[in-house]
């Protein structure tokens, strides 16, 4: 407890009202959260310029702003908070940080601080007391926000998981009571449902979201994009495997996945031509909110599942990751570190979370004692998103090169390839090999 | 005052002032964004972050990289083919509008909307239109038993190149009949009548008056329409997102998807940059369209 006794002689009124908080807070956090203290003091006339993604969910938006009066409230810091679509973010983000001006908070998706970390503030004594009070980040928190092991340069905010959303029924006329937890049931699991005329259906276009269930596929199988000093090594025998494994699933899908974006497998779901895929909680979120008697039938039915696991015997799940970045460029990084302090907090992040409505989950371990995850059993798979992910440029560090050979579809295209026969997996995977080694080049 | 007075009564003076203000917007809104787009194609910019030149390893690497070449691929097919159907049937419609119909303003006015519509909505309306599980179009044929499957209209390479080509046909045609309606409104009827009176055929009438007088505005209309097609953007990234196997991906489109989603602007700029010199062989067979135009009316050009 070093720590604790260097910043003891700091304290401040924002450790104190964390410690009161938390005396306040519900029996069911007591034994997860640990008291920490940490004082920053936001400076004077400080304001607060947030530029965040657009809410997927009416109740994510209504919650965090609820989080941001309070937060106004508390301190007298204005707060403005800007919204832009989660693809739009990046390339503002990028600008902001490289021209210095701009917002002082973003939130952002995925390896965003990776490309440039040496414009966002140091935020480990931010990091390092929420970790110890909340139970600590999940791995690939500190993979994408700790690249070097030692210092933060964001907070974690969480991942928006997708899992495996599945017709029970379906799956029991298949003859499938539980859904598989490896890819061999998996597999059999679609070709049962392939032969009862209920098909399974992944998105294989150039789908942002949902075409990262195509990491998931190598992954599982031991197959990666580059190791862990980012040498390209896509082109290997387990990609084969998976590629191989890919084509007998595509096999059994539904007609078109070839030209599926993302919206496509909500559509096809809801409207009942297929009876799996891969999705985060919308499409349950659609069924219990939709004015068609059809799709709020689907209720009951609809399940929720995590990814099998492979061959290579861990979970190897792909979600969008989201960051919280302080630039540098900021007047008042006090005010803006504070600010991430309290909207991690149990008494803002907790109604945050559950706000969501499970699109979202929790980058600190105590929070999967969420209510959200436990009020409705459908929840819970998506409990474990960012627990269970791996970021997108797995084994390799992150970076521009990461960045751009997500965006550029290079793993999603090469299962696209061998699973439709276009191209022999093989042949798949030397293509990816060499478009990817022109992102990694040194 | 005097300057003033030199100034205002001298012609060349006033001249360059005149046209000050079209020079400034000239050079500020488009030689140098095309200078600086261009200057990129040579760096290894990031997004935010300035490059370093690197000559033209750019362009080694796209003229080696396969997911380029079919995009070139795609985009000359693309503008080729949408090109040649859009004056057919463009020329056609311009044809049928000039003879005198019943409601004439009314069906010249309706003519132009799919080119009034903002074409990510008729995009949007393409999607639905070819999408795999709610396509009205392959429910129709189901119903009416021609088919016994959905046509999957995206899915399939081809299909996807041809379903993208018919919806940018289904916009642009408007533009090329308007254009082309108006050319034809400028051939004097007396040609037709003298023609007639000589014995020529609807045929021969529209092979040697309205095609040889047709042929300026036809080479600026086609000129426009096939820079519209080489550079679409909307249309692909709304429908397709360049998939599958991006079969549909343009150089715009893959420009985009590099420079922007990807963070690498350089090579983004690069392949809107290699994009310049299709465009320009595009304006020069127009210029040369024209040139035969003063050729054939004996001018002395």
Known sequence: MT???????LEGSAGIAAAASFG?????????????????????????????????V????????????????????????????????????????????????????NDDANLYPDKLLDVTDVCEYLGKKYGGWYPACQTYLRPDGKKWIGVPLGAAGAMMVYRQSHLKAAGFDVFPKDTDGFLKMLQALKAKGTPGGFALGNATGDGLWTNWLIWSHGGQLVDTRNKVVIDSPETIKALEYAKAMYA???????????PNNNKAFLDSQVSVTNNGISIYYASKTSQDPKVTALKEDIQHASYPIGPVGVPTESHLFFNQMVMKHTKFPNA????????????????????CGGYISQPLVAYEKTAIWTVDP?????????????????????????????????????VAEAASGAKSPKEAAERAQKRAERYYKV | MKLLEKFQNSRNALGWAF???ATVLLLLFLTYPLGLGTWLGFTDAKIGRDGEWIGVENFSFLVTDSVTQLALFNTLFYTFVASVLKFGLGLWLALLLNKNLPFQSFFRAVVLLPWIVPTALSAIAFWWLYDAQFSVISWALMKMGLIDRYIDFLGDPWNARFSTIVANVWRGIPFVAISLLAGLQTISPSYYEASAIDGATPWQQFRHITLPLLTPIIAVVMTFSVLFTFTDFQLIYVLTRGGPLNATHLMATLAFQRAISGGALGEGAAIATLMVPFLLAAIMFSYFGLQRRAWQQGGDK
């Open chain 1, 58 to 109: 009416q109740g994510d938006i209504d919650a965090y702003m609820v989080n941001v009066k309070k937060f106004t409230e508390k301190t007298g810091i204005e707060v403005r908070v800007d919204n832009e679509g989660w693809e739009d973010v990046r390339p503002k983000a990028a600008v902001a940080a490289n021209t210095g001006a701009g917002p002082d908070i973003i939130l952002s998706t």
């Open chain 1, 378 to 414: 459908k929840h819970t798979p998506y409990r474990d998103a960012l627990k269970n992910l791996r970021p997108a440029g797995y084994a390799g560090k992150l970076g521009y090169a990461s960045a751009g050979a997500g965006a550029d579809f290079i793993v999603t295209n090469m």
């Open chain 1, 336 to 355: 803006a570190k504070e600010f991430l302090r309290f909207m991690m907090e149990q008494e803002q992040f907790d109604p945050w979370l559950t706000g």
């Open chain 1, 24 to 56: 306040a807070g519900a029996a069911v956090w007591a034994p997860a959260v640990h008291a920490q203290t940490l004082s920053l003091k936001p400076e004077k006339g400080a304001k607060l310029r947030v530029l965040r993604w657009s809410r997927f």
């Open chain 1, 3 to 9: 720590e604790f006794n260097r910043r003891k002689f």
């Open chain 1, 252 to 262: 059994t899908f539904a007609p078109g996945t070839l030209s599926w974006l993302d």
């Open chain 2, 19 to 21: 046209m000050l203000p």
